[in-house]
């Protein structure tokens, strides 16, 4: 509020300040011109609101030019406002996931505990053999079963951390197949206690085990220590994975404002190879012509001298034409195009055809997609939603389901996804027939 009674004080003092000078002038330059005080001082007073109206007139153009650039400027704001909350909202569910594996984590670092404190209470208990006999073999059994099952969530919890930073649905996957492995530990557990009531039964064969139970038992002490230093170091490396995720995120927003860069000068190359196509075209018919007729000045010749015997050595030469036609214009099979979809097959790079490809081909694409996208240095579901957004620019509707887990081209549009399949693949193949 004082800001802009400050401003409103300033705004008019400065148009007092207009009006005072431009009477003055218009009052002293009539007044030395016709040395009449009435009609000098009514030219000034007549110049103050002319001076005011120009002025007034200024500032609306001012002001509207104004409003134009807050304009744009708020449109560009909510569109990076838009990018913004997607980006958060990805950060969030991985943030979510993240915390979810991390309490299953919490929960087995528990297991462990309590593994632990039932070792104490084995040891403990050592003074009477025939319960000793009983507890420690249900718990060695039950212990190695246990830590068997825990090197592979270890094993599983390694892999996820690995692979955060570029596949988010394989972590979906992967922390289902731990709750599901999860589910069979508790299955596993309650069988053991069937079992622990079944080994009360067998006391008599414990009396004749006990020097070896007690070498399985040192035995699996070591194995808890060797355990204990493989936990260690997997904190170590979930820590080390955190930062490296953080790292990436930076090097991905670098590497998307250098992708933006690289697309530009790849539309630029664009044009330069079509012009240079259209230049190749024309080289290659001419060529083509003056092999075609020295072919057929070279076989007339030898098939007056030679007969038909060496009219089949030429046969490579034949092949040699066969494989110099003049190419097939890629662009007339764009005739059965609409113009969207002409358009669309314009702006698609290499890459992004290779992904509709592998979605049309394969039952199960993730695979492929990921190496297309590890090549190209991004992600997956950057490299679908990229392909969508092209889609809504230029055809107006969507070709890839973003709901569904393994990518997957809407039925309307596959027939329209094969013929610039096709268009692709015969413009790669015209290089290597010409050379």
Not at 81 to 104: C, D, F, P
Not at 190 to 203: A, D, G, R, T, V
Not at 204 to 228: A, C, D, M
Not at 410 to 420: A, L
């Given at each position: 509020?004082l800001?802009?009674?400050?401003m409103q004080?300033?705004?008019?003092s ?9 009477f ?7 007044l030395?011109?016709?040395w009449?005080?009435?009609k000098a001082f009514l ?6 609101p002319?001076t ?10 001012k002001?509207?030019?104004?409003i134009l650039?807050l304009d744009?400027l ?6 990076l ?7 958060i909202a ?8 993240n915390a979810?594996?991390h309490?299953?984590s919490?929960?087995?670092?528990n297991q462990?505990?309590?593994r632990r404190?039932q ?6 208990e050592?003074?009477t053999?025939v319960?000793?006999?009983?507890q420690l ?6 212990l190695?079963?246990?830590l068997?099952?825990?090197d592979?969530s ?6 996820t951390?690995?692979?955060?930073t ?5 972590l979906?996957?992967?922390?289902n197949?731990s709750?599901?492995e999860?589910?069979?530990?508790q299955a596993?557990?309650?069988e ?5 009531q ?6 008599t064969?414990l009396?004749?085990l006990?020097p070896?139970?007690e070498?399985?038992l ?9 355990l204990e230093?493989?936990?260690n170091?997997?904190?170590?490396l979930?820590?080390?994975k955190k930062?490296?995720k953080?790292?990436?995120e930076a ?7 250098q ?5 530009i ?9 079509i012009l ?8 290659q018919?001419q ?6 007729q020295?072919?057929t000045?070279?076989?007339q010749e ?8 060496e009219?089949e050595?030429?046969?490579p030469?034949?092949?040699?034409l066969?494989?110099?036609e003049?190419p ?5 099979r764009g ?5 969207e979809?002409a358009e669309?097959?314009?702006?698609l790079?290499s ?8 979605m049309l081909e394969?039952?199960n694409p993730n695979?492929?997609?990921k ?8 992600m997956?579901n950057l490299l679908?939603?990229s392909?969508?957004?092209l889609?809504?620019?230029t055809i107006?509707?969507l070709?890839i389901d973003p709901n569904?887990e393994t990518p997957?081209?809407y039925e309307?549009?596959?027939t ?5 399949i096709?268009m ?5 193949a015209?290089?290597?027939?010409f050379?």
């Amino acid at each position: 509020m004082l800001k802009t009674s400050n401003m409103q004080s300033a705004i008019v003092s400065n148009r007092l300040i207009i009006g005072i000078v431009a009477f003055g002038v218009s009052f002293g330059l009539s007044l030395v011109l016709s040395w009449d005080f009435n009609k000098a001082f009514l030219t000034g007073v007549v110049t103050v609101p002319a001076t005011y109206l120009s002025v007034l007139f200024v500032d609306k153009r001012k002001r509207n030019h104004e409003i134009l650039i807050l304009d744009s400027l708020q449109r560009r704001i909510r569109d990076l406002e838009g990018l913004k909350s997607r980006i958060i909202a990805e950060v969030y569910q991985l943030e979510a996931h993240n915390a979810l594996l991390h309490t299953e984590s919490s929960n087995l670092q528990n297991q462990v505990i309590e593994r632990r404190n039932q070792r104490d209470t084995l040891n403990r208990e050592l003074s009477t053999y025939v319960i000793e006999k009983k507890q420690l073999e249900a718990k060695i059994n039950y212990l190695q079963n246990e830590l068997h099952a825990l090197d592979q969530s270890k094993v599983e919890l390694n892999n996820t951390f690995s692979a955060l930073t570029a596949e988010k649905r394989r972590l979906e996957l992967k922390s289902n197949v731990s709750r599901a492995e999860i589910t069979q530990l508790q299955a596993q557990i309650n069988e053991f206690q069937q079992q622990k009531q079944e080994l009360e039964s067998s006391l008599t064969l414990l009396n004749r085990l006990k020097p070896q139970l007690e070498e399985k038992l040192h035995e699996l002490r070591v194995q808890i220590q060797e355990l204990e230093v493989q936990e260690n170091q997997q904190k170590q490396l979930i820590l080390e994975k955190k930062a490296e995720k953080e790292h990436i995120e930076a090097s991905l927003n670098s590497l998307q404002t250098q992708l933006t860069e690289q697309q530009i000068e790849l539309q630029q190359l664009q044009e330069q190879v079509i012009l240079l196509q259209g230049e190749r075209d024309q080289l290659q018919s001419q060529v083509w012509e003056l092999l075609h007729q020295m072919g057929t000045l070279t076989t007339q010749e030898q098939l007056n001298e030679n007969g038909q015997e060496e009219s089949e050595d030429l046969f490579p030469f034949s092949e040699l034409l066969e494989s110099l036609e003049p190419p097939i214009d890629t662009t007339d099979r764009g005739e059965n195009f609409s113009e969207e979809w002409a358009e669309f097959t314009k702006q698609l790079q290499s890459y992004e055809i290779r992904v509709l490809k592998a979605m049309l081909e394969q039952d199960n694409p993730n695979a492929a997609i990921k190496k297309i996208a590890e090549e190209n240095i991004t992600m997956p579901n950057l490299l679908i939603d990229s392909i969508n957004e092209l889609a809504n620019n230029t055809i107006g509707e969507l070709i890839i389901d973003p709901n569904s887990e393994t990518p997957e081209i809407y039925e309307e549009h596959r027939t329209n996804i094969k013929k610039v399949i096709a268009m692709y693949e015969n413009k790669m193949a015209e290089p290597t027939s010409f050379n």
